[in-house]
């Protein structure tokens, strides 16, 4: 059957890093002409450049109108995915500035200069819903997060309704809760404890008792494509609508090992909502399903992991 993006010309924002690198694969494969932008300052290890891909990988910085509307203007695309963005909790609490540079003003230049007659796909996060006031969270759940990550999500989500609503944009927002597997590197939770079992043979947590929907990045992309073919203008939670604690996480992953990684309890405060579980139901109405489930997808990570920890420098 013939893929709803077949030769369709489909713009990846933050097209390097963890989730546009297999969004921008999975779209070459549906015979898509895919177009990736990226500034490469977050981009995954073996993304360093453009080359083999199968697609164009162009260098830009959303931040400069200038370059954004070049790219834009040159490429008409059909669909287009905004992902770019600074999306560590901790690195936008250092350096508030240029994650509110990113990720409100970088957005709302893709926005101002996306075709009129495009798809557009916002990725928002979960983090703007702060603590949780019940669980699971459906898309009505106020938005309470107040910490810079979720303040510019939040932002970038009122820039895409006001495009909606005032210039009759094709626009949707998603709220992705957990995404992990193979090609996430850096301070996320699941790279984190599976690379200090691999090379310093125990998992430091910081508080076992926080809960979040982790889901595996095959069912991330599933979900994106989903979403972005089916009319959905209103936000659309993505994630597994399974809590997992954190403490629940590293004990997976040390049973990975035979019982030789010991979890020890660092015992601080996260960044964030202590609780973050996704009421999935509207995901599900689009024909969606999880076709990867949690065990499956920590070991392939973690296979991916070890491959990529004994390769050569």
């Known amino acids: ?54 697609y164009e990988l162009a260098t830009i910085d959303i931040r400069k109108p200038d370059e954004t509307k070049a790219l834009l203007e040159r490429t008409t695309p059909d669909f287009v995915f905004h992902l770019a963005a600074v999306a560590n909790p901790r690195t936008c609490k250092q350096d508030f500035p240029m994650a509110f540079d990113v ?19 916002f990725m928002s996060s979960a983090a703007v819903y702060g603590a949780a006031e019940y669980l699971p969270i459906d898309e009505q759940h106020p938005r309470r997060g107040s910490d810079p990550y979720s303040v510019t999500k939040i932002i970038g ?12 944009r094709d626009i949707v927002t998603v709220r992705n809760f957990n995404s992990y597997g193979v090609g996430q590197t850096g301070d996320y939770i699941v790279p984190q404890l599976i690379r200090q079992a691999l090379t310093e043979k125990k998992i430091e947590i910081w508080d076992p008792r926080t809960v979040r929907d982790l889901m595996y990045i095959d069912n991330t992309i599933d979900a994106l494509l989903a979403v972005a073919t089916s009319g959905q203008k209103t936000v659309v939670n993505i994630g597994a609508g399974r809590g997992i604690t954190v403490g629940e996480l590293a004990e997976a992953i040390a ?10 309890d660092l015992k601080k405060a996260v960044i964030g909502s202590p609780a973050l579980v996704s009421n999935n139901e509207r995901l599900r109405s689009l024909s969606w399903s999880e076709r990867v489930g949690f065990e499956d997808g920590i070991e392939r990570t973690i296979d991916w992991t070890r491959r990529q920890l004994a390769a050569p420098a």
Do not use: W
């Open 1 to 54: 059957m013939e893929s709803n993006f077949s030769s369709k010309t489909v713009l990846v924002t933050g097209a390097a890093g963890f989730v546009g690198t297999h969004l921008c694969s999975r779209l070459s494969g549906e015979g898509a002409k895919v177009v990736g932008a990226d500034n490469f300052s977050f981009a995954r290890p073996d993304r360093a450049s453009g080359d083999n891909l199968g």
């Open 103 to 121: 990720n409100v003003l970088g957005t709302q230049n893709v926005l101002r200069f996306s075709p009129a007659a495009s798809r557009f796909v």
């Open 157 to 168: 989500e009122d820039l895409a309704t006001s495009y909606q609503r005032n210039y009759a």
């Open 255 to 264: 049973g990975r090992f035979g019982g030789q990684i010991p979890v020890v």
